[in-house]
C-alpha cells in the first residue's frame, strides 16, 4: 500500500511506504528461588508470567532533498502494567549535496557481523542479537555526513540524550565514525567522546575470504561508567568506580554458509573489564552475605561478568519463506558456565507467523548464565501489516 504525500521543501511529489508486524505472545520464566542475586524474588521482583500485545511499525517517506523514516512502537505488557508507545527510531535526512548529508534523529548506532556483542559500538555493547524478540532503541543524534564515493563514509554525530530510555547516560556524547569497503572487505573506525569518561576508541572489520567464507574482527579501547568493582577478597565490600581503568575489548568470528543456505557462526570473546575466576566468585560471595549487597550487585552488574566466552549460531536459510530457526550456544570460560537457546518461525498463511523461543541456562546459582533463571520460554503470533 503506497500514498503520495508533499514534501513542502521539494518540488516533487514523495512516496509514503509503510508496513508493521503485529505480535501476541506470552513467556514464562522459571526463577531461581535459591538465587543469590535475587533470592526468593525478593530485590528484583521479576516477573515469572507475562503476556503481550506489541505493534511494530516502519514509515519512510522520500523526496529528492528530504527522506523522513520512523519506527513507532505501541506496547502493551500485563504482567508489569506497562502501556506505553514511542519511537524506538526516526530520522529526519536533508541531503545538501551528492557528498553531504545532515540528519536529526534517534538511530541504532551498530554496526558489523558480530553476533554475541559488538565492542566496537560504543553505545550497543550487547546488540541485541542473542534475542530475536528485543527491539533495540536508538540515542538521540544530529550528524553530519560525508559520502564522496561509494567507499567510503565520514560521519560526526552529537548525542544529545539516549532515546526514550530513562538513564540518560550517552547525553552531550560526540561520535566520529569512519568507514572504507573494497571489493572484498570493509573497515571502520569509532571515536567516542562521553562526559565523566575517556575517549572511546573502536575498530570492526571483515574479510570474504570466499564465496562461503566471512571471517570479521572488533577490538575496543574503553573505560566504563559507574564500574562495580569487586575484589578477590571475599571480606572486602563492593566499591563503585566512576570511571573504570582503561581496557580492552576483542571479538573475533567467523561466518561460513554452507550450500543448503544455513551458516554457521563462532565468535571469541576477551573482554578485559570483565571480573577474573578469584574476582567473580567474591562477587556472588558477597551478594550472599547480605540482600544489601545482593542489591547491589544486581543493580550494578556489568554487562558481562567473566572475561571469554564463546558463542555459536546455527541458523537456516533466511531466503526461506516457510519458516526459519536459530540455535545459540554460549560458553563463559571464567566461570564455566553455558547457556543454550533456541528461536523457530514457522509461516501459517501468507500474513500469520507462529513462532518460539526457549532459552536453557546450564549451572548454578553461582554461575553467570544461570544465576537468576533455570529456564524461560516465549510462544505467540506475529501479523504482517498491510
Known amino acids: 500500500m503506497t500514498f503520495l504525500l508533499t514534501l513542502s521543501t521539494s518540488a516533487h511529489a514523495a512516496d509514503l511506504r509503510w508496513d508493521g508486524t503485529l505480535y501476541g505472545y506470552t513467556a514464562h520464566s522459571s526463577l531461581r528461588a535459591d538465587s543469590l542475586l535475587n533470592p526468593a524474588n525478593q530485590i528484583a521482583r521479576l516477573p515469572q508470567d507475562s503476556a503481550s500485545a506489541e505493534a511494530r ?24 502494567r506497562r502501556n506505553e508507545a514511542y519511537l524506538s527510531q526516526w530520522q529526519l535526512r536533508l541531503r545538501a549535496s551528492e557528498a553531504w548529508s545532515v540528519s536529526a534523529g534517534r538511530e541504532v548506532l551498530n554496526w558489523g557481523p558480530a553476533q554475541f556483542r559488538s565492542p566496537s559500538s560504543p553505545f550497543y555493547f550487547d546488540n541485541g542479537r542473542s534475542d530475536p524478540m528485543r527491539e533495540l532503541s536508538g540515542v538521540d543524534a544530529l550528524k553530519l555526513s560525508w559520502t564522496p564515493g561509494i567507499a567510503t563514509t565520514l560521519s560526526l554525530a552529537r548525542i544529545t540524550g539516549s532515546g526514550h530510555v530513562a538513564q540518560d547516560q550517552w547525553r552531550d556524547s560526540w561520535l566520529l565514525k569512519a568507514d572504507q569497503r573494497g571489493d572484498d572487505w570493509a573497515g ?13 576508541v573502536g575498530l570492526h572489520g571483515q574479510f570474504t575470504a570466499s564465496d562461503a567464507l566471512l571471517l570479521y574482527a572488533e577490538v575496543a579501547s574503553s573505560s566504563r561508567s559507574n564500574a562495580l568493582q569487586s575484589s578477590s577478597d571475599a571480606t572486602l565490600s563492593f566499591s563503585i568506580a566512576p570511571s573504570s581503568a582503561r581496557h580492552t575489548t576483542t571479538l573475533l568470528g567467523a561466518a561460513y554458509t554452507f550450500d543448503n543456505g544455513q551458516s554457521l557462526n563462532t565468535e571469541w570473546l576477551h573482554d578485559d573489564h570483565g571480573y577474573r575466576a578469584a574476582e567473580e566468585s567474591a562477587y556472588f560471595a558477597r551478594a550472599a552475605a547480605s540482600p544489601i549487597n545482593a542489591g547491589l550487585a544486581l543493580g550494578n552488574v556489568p554487562p558481562l561478568l567473566g572475561r571469554d566466552y564463546l558463542h555459536l549460531v546455527w541458523q537456516s536459510n533466511q531466503m526461506e519463506s516457510g519458516g526459519y530457526w536459530r540455535a545459540m550456544a554460549t560458553h563463559g570460560y571464567t566461570d564455566g558456565s553455558d547457556e543454550l537457546s533456541g528461536y523457530t518461525e514457522t509461516a501459517l498463511n501468507g500474513r500469520v507467523t507462529g513462532f518460539v523461543l526457549g532459552v536453557l541456562p546450564l549451572g548454578g546459582n553461582r554461575q553467570e548464565f544461570s544465576s537468576l533463571s533455570r529456564w524461560s520460554a516465549t510462544a505467540g503470533l506475529k501479523v504482517a501489516l498491510p
Open 57 to 80: 511499525f516502519n514509515l519512510k517517506a522520500e523526496g529528492d532533498v528530504l527522506r523522513l523514516t520512523a519506527r513507532p512502537i505501541l506496547l502493551a505488557q500485563d504482567s508489569q
Open 188 to 200: 571502520g573506525l569509532a571515536l567516542a567522546r562521553t562526559p565523566g569518561q575517556g575517549t572511546f
